[in-house]
Each structure stands twice: as structure tokens, then as C-alpha cells.
């Protein structure tokens, strides 16, 4: 039997503003890791999944994912678990979005933007080139 390993825990840090707080946070690479889970795991599409998305992969400093923390995440959710290459996240995130009803989800996430043009930018052409690494 083999023994499965551990997630690392998330840093904590400690912030002095108006008042000192000790804050447990998640690195880009563990946030990246959490959206893609929920794309793939979720039965419905939340826009802003897609909406954050495409605001992680639009960066280009912006790390892959925490592929131990996806992986054990879609483990719990019961969904299919991604193994081999580093980048086979790419592909499952690709043929996710070929089943997604894009008016539906980017009418979910009209109410969060702070910038109404920015639903243009929340397309399945333009998640496809990101997912390609051509921003």
C-alpha cells in the first residue's frame, strides 16, 4: 500500500495595518490549482471561474499549477485524476470548455465586474490561446 503525501500547508503571514493579523494564504500556484479543480469537478460553470481564468493565465509571471494539490483535489471530488506530463492540465481544462454554455456563464459573472467591457474578454477563443500560451 502506498502512502499518499501530504499538501504542503499554506504560508502564514503576519501583517501589521491598523491592526496585527496573522493570515493563512495560498500561493499563486495553489490558487491556480483550486480554480482549475472546480472548472473540471464543478456539474455547472461559474463565470467567475472563467473570469479568474483567464485573469491568472493572462499573467505571464503567473506559475502552474500546484499539480499535488490538483491532483488530490479531483481525488476528493471523485473526478478522473490527471497524471503523466506536467502540462496534461491544459487539455482537460481544454475539453471542459468545449461542454461550457458561454452565454450562461458569462451572464453569471456580469454582476462582478467592476468593468462591464470586460465580459468580451471572457470567451472560449480567448481561454483556448491562453491555455495555449499565446496571451
Given amino acids: 500500500m502506498q502512502a499518499r503525501r501530504r499538501a504542503p500547508i499554506p504560508p502564514r503571514t503576519l ?9 493563512l494564504h495560498h500561493d499563486k500556484a495553489r490558487l491556480l490549482a483550486g480554480k482549475i479543480a472546480a472548472l473540471l469537478a464543478r456539474p455547472f460553470t461559474k463565470g467567475r471561474d472563467l473570469y479568474d481564468l483567464v485573469w491568472y493565465l493572462s499573467d505571464p509571471s503567473w506559475p502552474a499549477p ?19 506530463k506536467a502540462d496534461d492540465w491544459r487539455k482537460w481544462v481544454m475539453e471542459r470548455l468545449a461542454g461550457i454554455d458561454w452565454p450562461s456563464a458569462t451572464q453569471d459573472v456580469r454582476p462582478f465586474l467592476e468593468r462591464p467591457a470586460e465580459i468580451d474578454l471572457i470567451s472560449e477563443e480567448n481561454c483556448r490561446r491562453l491555455l495555449r500560451g499565446s496571451s
Avoid: F, K, M
Avoid at 501583517?15 to 493570515?23: A, D, E, P, Q, S
Avoid at 500546484?66 to 471530488?77: C, F, I, K, V
Fill in 15 to 23: 501583517l501589521r495595518r491598523h491592526v496585527t493579523l496573522r493570515l
Fill in 66 to 84: 500546484n499539480l499535488t494539490l490538483l491532483r488530490e483535489a479531483l481525488r476528493q471530488s471523485g473526478e478522473q485524476s490527471i497524471d503523466g
